[in-house]
């Protein structure tokens, strides 16, 4: 179970990454859009990278970890929307490493 962890922690710390630097290049859009001529192919490089590769694998993490770990659905369905929402990620790694290793001291 705990190299499926570190395998999710990973892709969980990758994900999180790639949509933080989306969401800084969204905002630096907004606000000087003379900026966004200059960060379009960063932005495609990057959106590309996290949507068609790097958040499959990371679902295929979280799976594989949630039946290691025999998590409750719920717990999957939060680390999945955790792809999702710029933060998240970092957060629900923690919350998960939480999890585990109060259940491995139990």
């Not at 499926?4 to 922690?9: H, S």
């Not at 495609?44 to 679902?59: A, D, E, K, R």
Request: aromatic share 14%.
């Amino acid at each position: 179970m705990q190299a499926a962890f570190a395998r999710y922690r990973v892709m969980s710390f990758v994900t999180g990454t790639t949509l933080l630097v989306l969401c800084v290049f969204l905002i630096l859009h907004t606000f000087d859009l003379s900026l966004w001529t200059h960060l379009k192919v960063l932005v495609t490089i990057v959106g590309i990278g996290h949507g068609v590769v790097l958040y499959p694998i990371y679902m295929v993490m979280c799976f594989q970890f949630a039946l290691k770990a025999r998590l409750h659905p719920g717990w999957v369905v939060l680390m999945l929307l955790a792809g999702f929402v710029p933060g998240l990620a970092f957060y629900m790694e923690h919350r998960m490493a939480i999890t585990v290793m109060a259940r491995q001291s139990a």
